[in-house]
């Protein structure tokens, strides 16, 4: 009876969190005619967008051009007739440590952005020992495509997580450059020609000082299609999007795969500095800018994909249990509410509808059947999105089980002094995603 009135709860009073319409804003409103220039000296011109183009390729211009029709086209009847666009400065930063594996195939996809601005990247190689920043520099040379600028921040400052120590860097060396827009992404994203168009014209649209979009991650093999689609599940049951994007509401989260954030904003919010040893970086970093007055946004993405393979249940294990007890602010009492909470809520509805069919318990085997019915089609547009087979919703309560497994298994390691372990750095005491 609990388990299916706590679903029920959830169904209705969790932020709808078990729908995934949350999407990239639309943005029919958005221009930046040429009288306002952008926004100030940020905003890229005509002129530059062109020369863009040009260091791109052969062709690259005609896709430009297009580009910018299209984004008049869009912006609505009060853009047409003013002229081309004017599109803000973006600088791409991406933070990357031993990523070798991965770069060929995301790299490539940022380097042909067809972003009709002025547009940079920088990539952090952060300590790698696999040669990805000769790589990095060599698949620019070949492709051509938007100025790739490596560097190196050295080892990290006592107090620092590598990730945020590599991205101080990366963005200290973009603000030198005065760019309005910082897109922070992964080293394993791979985006789509136009993502980052989408994302400053929908970010313009809304005045959103931060937009982030959780990367489709990979489902491949067998333990992928078990564990993947429910990780983002869960996430959401967490941190309901709707909540997230509803101004006034105290709910903060982003993607750290896939983050556009205003310069402006993250100077006030005095990122990264603020948040230097955060494990849970993305969520920190969209709660300081939610405390220092941004409006942020977070959804599910359809230009973003994460390339990063993990094909054994060892590494989906890693993943997760390296800051589930972070998370949970490193507390033993919050742990064991979590256990209850996720054997109430996901293992006791089977439980029960066993105990009605071999028991002869014939109310705890419909309650229990509602309940798993319940959460089963909660899962459904999730695994849709995933586009998985349904028939792995009603797997949920084991998939539940590893995750219970994992989050204990974070806590021992913490306590081991192994803590949260990444890339060969081990953080023994990281802290949690600040409330405050």
């Known amino acids: 009876m609990g388990s299916l009135a706590i679903w029920g709860w959830l169904l209705l009073g969790q932020g709808c969190f078990w729908r995934t319409d949350q999407r990239l804003p639309e943005h029919e409103e958005y221009h930046l005619d040429a009288a306002e220039g952008g926004s100030g000296s940020a905003g890229a011109g005509a002129e530059a967008g062109t020369a863009g183009a040009e260091s791109a390729g052969p062709g690259a211009a005609e896709t430009e051009a297009v580009a910018g029709t299209e984004a008049v086209a869009g912006a609505g009847t009060g853009a047409r007739g003013e002229g081309r666009v004017r599109w803000p400065s973006v600088a791409v930063v991406v933070p990357a440590r031993d990523e070798a594996a991965v770069l060929p195939e995301s790299l490539p996809s940022l380097l042909a952005q067809t972003y009709p601005g002025e547009a940079e990247i920088f990539l952090i190689d952060d300590g790698s020992e696999d040669g990805t920043g000769g790589l990095a520099r060599e698949l620019s040379a070949r492709l051509g495509g938007l100025p790739l600028t490596v560097a190196s921040p050295g080892e990290p400052e006592p107090g620092w997580t590598g990730k945020l120590w590599a991205l101080r860097h990366g963005i200290a060396l973009a603000r030198a450059h005065d760019p309005e827009y910082l897109l922070l992404t992964d080293a394993d994203i791979a985006h789509e020609p136009d993502s980052l168009r989408e994302l400053v014209a929908a970010a313009r649209a809304r005045d959103l000082d931060l937009v982030s979009q959780m990367a489709r991650l990979r489902v491949a093999s067998v333990w992928e299609k078990l564990v993947v689609p429910a990780f983002v599940y869960f996430f959401a049951q967490l941190y309901p999007f709707r909540w997230v994007n509803r101004p006034g509401r105290r709910t903060a989260a982003a993607a750290g795969g896939c983050v556009l954030l205003r310069t402006e904003a993250a100077v006030r919010a005095q990122v990264p500095e603020s948040i230097h040893q955060a494990v849970i970086d993305d969520v920190s970093l969209a709660r300081a800018v939610q405390r220092s007055g941004g409006r942020i946004w977070l959804g599910l993405a359809e230009r973003v994909d994460s390339v990063r393979p993990y094909p054994r249940l060892a590494d989906l294990w890693r993943m997760v249990s390296r800051s589930a007890y972070a998370q949970l602010r490193h507390n033993p009492l919050v742990l064991l509410g979590t256990v209850a909470g996720l054997a109430l809520i996901y293992l006791a509805p ?86 405050r």
């Open 350 to 435: 089977p439980v029960a509808l066993g105990t009605g069919v071999l028991g002869g318990d014939t109310a705890a085997g419909w309650l229990g059947l509602a309940a798993w019915a319940v959460m089963t089609g909660t899962y459904i547009p999730m695994l849709r999105y995933y586009r998985q087979s349904l028939w792995l919703a009603p797997l949920l309560p084991l998939t539940a089980s590893l995750y219970l497994l994992m989050t204990v298994d974070s806590a021992v390691q913490h306590y081991r002094g192994r803590g949260a372990a990444w890339k060969g750095r081990t953080y023994s005491r990281p802290r949690a995603a600040p409330d």
